[in-house]
């Protein structure tokens, strides 16, 4: 037993010390989340942290690349054009392409989120409104069903996650972080107060999730919702208050570090 919390002592110090080394706003340099540090107001940052984080996967210089490409199309005023847009003015997106999601997906993310700051007062309180006590993984199951109430095509719903459909939602995770944890470090915003750095998930990635195992902290082999539940369990004996800082240190020592 006493050999056991030396280890989770030993790892929770070299983590925690990877963590500050990451956690810093030079990690701003080179991540997505560059591009809703550009807004000042809440539904902007939140808004483009949204779109942002659907787009991010495959080459990191291409998903902020064509992140500034997407807030270029919504007039550098992502509420506002959410907001007040006509329908002619969504023609000017149907040749955003960023792999799979196209102006079709684009259009159709733009009348939902609409939709959701009209009649379901915005992220937020769809979020807050559906969390669970320690997890927020059914809030997102909700969120992505009000999302996709109105009339859509169906190629559209795969740039949403459910967990409860088995996905890791690293993608919608990865945003949670942005808008929850707190801002003293520059790099997360802190702006949705009313749910809490705890019920956190770790956005699970080929990086994070082959670090996470050779540090004994996922035994399962797929990245998937499964997966994800057993690293929350993991990282909150670590930190129950704030597991997902450990992002940071999995996503540095992969990436950066090819640990």
Same mark, same amino acid.
């Given at each position: ?22 956690? %810093? ?9 560059? #591009?809703?540090?550009?807004? %000042? ?5 939140? #808004? ?95 969120? %992505? ?25 690293? %993608? #919608? ?87």
């Amino acid at each position: 037993m006493k050999k056991k919390q030396q280890d989770i002592r030993e790892l929770r110090e070299f983590l925690d010390l990877k963590v500050e080394q990451y956690n %810093r706003p030079e990690f701003l340099a080179s991540d997505p989340i560059q #591009i809703p540090h550009r807004f %000042r107001e809440k539904e902007d940052i939140e #808004i483009s942290g949204f779109l942002t984080a659907t787009i991010a996967w495959g080459n990191r210089k291409s998903i902020i690349s064509n992140a500034s490409l997407l807030m270029d199309l919504l007039d550098q005023a992502p509420y506002q054009f959410i907001i007040q847009h006509q329908e002619s003015d969504l023609n000017g997106l149907d040749d955003f392409v960023h792999r799979t999601f196209n102006g079709t997906d684009l259009r159709y993310f733009i009348r939902a989120l609409q939709n959701i700051y009209t009649h379901h007062g915005g992220m937020e309180a769809v979020f807050t409104q559906h969390s669970g006590e320690q997890s927020l993984q059914q809030a997102i199951s909700a969120f %992505r069903t009000i999302f996709f109430t109105l009339d859509h095509e169906k190629r559209t719903e795969k740039h949403v996650s459910d967990p409860s459909r088995g996905s890791a939602a690293k %993608r #919608i995770n990865m945003f949670l972080r942005w808008m929850v944890r707190d801002a003293r470090t520059g790099v997360d915003f802190g702006l949705w107060k009313s749910l809490k750095p705890s019920q956190l998930s770790c956005p699970l990635d080929v990086h994070s999730g082959k670090v996470a195992r050779k540090l004994g902290l996922l035994t399962r082999k797929q990245n998937d919702a499964r997966a994800v539940q057993e690293l929350d369990e993991n990282l909150r004996r670590l930190d129950p208050l704030d597991p997902v800082k450990y992002d940071f240190a999995l996503f540095g020592l992969g990436v950066f570090e090819k640990f």
